[in-house]
């Protein structure tokens, strides 16, 4: 299984970025996706995560109201990851995940990509 992010750059506070990740190879059936993210000298934390469906969405709280977490409605191999109001507190790496369930628990993830940098300037 491979997961590919896309989608980081830099942006000033306030602006937006969207970010994708596309699944491929033997993956589960009805498997979720998630965000997690790791910001320079901190721990990876969860941001979001999503059911196969859509159906189930869940978001960390410091990113509530801010960001959304979708599937492609053509192919749910691809999770979106909208971030509006970003806010350099949102400087980190974000990392795409596979898990068999839905969770947002980064041990029960099975597969990660590699990351991409989302960097936000004040």
């Known amino acids: 299984v491979q997961l590919v992010e896309s989608g980081g750059g830099l942006v000033q506070a306030g602006g937006s970025l969207r970010l994708s990740c596309a699944a491929s190879g033997r993956t589960f059936s009805n498997y979720g996706l998630a965000w997690f993210r790791q910001a320079p000298g901190k721990e990876r934390e969860f941001v979001a995560a999503v059911s196969w469906s859509a159906g189930l969405q869940y978001l960390a709280d410091s990113v509530r109201g801010r960001f959304t977490i979708s599937r492609d409605n053509a192919n749910k191999n691809i999770v979106y990851l909208q971030m509006n109001r970003l806010k350099p507190e949102d400087t980190a790496v974000y990392y795409c995940?596979?898990?068999?369930?839905?969770?947002?628990?980064?041990?029960?993830?099975?597969?990660w990509g590699k990351g991409t940098l989302v960097t936000v300037s004040s």
């Open positions: 995940a596979l898990s068999a369930t839905t969770t947002t628990d980064a041990r029960r993830m099975d597969y």
